[in-house]
């Protein structure tokens, strides 16, 4: 009877250990879903509005307007490009302000022939300096598109392209499906097109209105993890209180490889330096960074300076690794509960985001127009710094516990990997804590031992 309980007993075990396996499984493939959401800039995204002005006798003239609805993401050289796959047999008979990356095949055609023949188009800016008779309103800015908070009279793109071969009405008229958007690499999802009413346009006088024949939507979201396998940038810490410099942890964005993979980072103080970073790959925009413990094109320092009685102040420094890439209009969002009470801030520009309402814990910052605002490639030059001076909250305010330090960075939008909270600068007097937390973990693994022999 004994070991009849016993089995079942063991056949229990295994079974809770399936089901828990089970459960885990199951809460992977839920949570995937949420990999594009960002809970600092919850309602970021680009939408793409399609607006048919007019009817032509095989099809229609659109405009098409991205904008950047997201607080601090943007758009950066080489820019976006947009693709899209025909409902039917449509063709691009001309375009404004943007032109295919490829014509495809038109040899049905005889005479006039189309701009772009080919199924899934894809579709890019034009660049600064195009002729005027190109031009529609919003183009012609190489791909760039300004975040919404930072710059939003930058923070759209439009062009024009005259459809053929498709419905005249707005019955007959199939939408576009199958939307990407590459900015310039992946990281966005594109959802269905969908109807909407039509976009309503005041002249310039302000004394007449004019609507869109047609209009449909595309929402596009971010995901950092489709962007790119590893991070882009990381966090190091230091403080006056403190001699040590708490660095990136190691190969935060990868480890040096160059014995397997030679050209994978760079040494700053190689003879030849000048002509590795103009060498093959100058124009892929692929990073070239200097061989650093963690690898990444960008290192953010925040280092916590002095202490008044009612102040504190904060020097924080950008540094860029990446010898192929000029940062312009970068910006920094950091979340610290004392911005509440930041009292000033010196050579960078600032705007709190309140993502979630009441509480003041998150800002935006970014360069002064023409003194900062561009972050240049690895070298003298490459870094920005500034400087935050808080006002103290007697309620809340202490240098214990890591408390002076980011709860987190975003760069450019991407979220940057922060050291490990064990590894934070300690005070003074919390010299004991490492003493304390090895000799939990040896009476941890002398309890376990007894059990194991107990059991045994």
Known sequence: MEFFFTSIARSITKLSSYAILLVLLFSCSIFTSTEAYDSLDPEGNITIKWDVMSWTPDGYVAVVTMFNFQQYRHI??????????????????????????????????????????????????????????????????????????????????SFQVSVGAAGTTNKTVKLPKNFTLRAPGPGYTCGPAKIVKPTKF???????????????????????????????????????????????PTCTCGCQNNLTHPGSCVDPNNPYLASVVEGSGKTSYQPLVQCTSHMCPIRVHWH????????????????????????????????????????????????????????????????????????????????????LLFRKDKATFTFDKGWAFPRRIYFNGDNCVMPPPDAYPWLPNASSRPTVSLLYSILTILAVSVIVLAYA
């Open 304 to 387: 916590v300076k002095l202490n008044y009685k009612d102040y504190w102040r904060v020097k924080i420094t950008i540094t860029n690794f990446n010898y192929r890439m000029n940062y312009t209009q970068w910006n920094l969002v950091v979340q610290h509960p004392n911005f509440d009470n930041l009292t000033q801030i010196f050579s960078f520009n600032y705007k709190s985001l309140t993502p979630y309402a009441a509480i003041n814990d998150t800002a935006m910052l970014w360069g002064v127009k023409f003194y900062n605002d561009l972050l240049s490639q690895a070298g003298p030059l490459g870094n920005v710094q500034s400087e």
């Open 76 to 157: 950066q050289a080489p820019g976006w490009s947009l693709g899209w796959s025909w409902a039917k047999k449509e063709v691009i008979w001309s375009m404004m302000g943007g032109q295919t990356t490829e014509q495809g095949d038109c040899s049905r055609f005889k005479g006039n022939v189309p701009h772009c023949c080919k199924k899934d188009p894809t579709v890019v800016d034009l660049l600064p300096g195009t002729p005027f008779n190109q031009q529609i309103a919003n183009c012609c800015k190489g791909g760039v598109i300004n975040s919404w908070v930072q710059d939003p009279a930058n923070a759209a793109s």
């Open 202 to 248: 005041t002249t310039a006088d302000q004394r007449r209105v004019t609507q869109a024949l047609m209009t449909w939507n595309v929402t596009c979201t971010y995901s950092q993890f489709l962007a790119q396998k590893t991070p882009t940038c990381c966090v190091s810490l230091s403080s006056f209180y403190n001699d040590t410099i708490v660095s990136c």
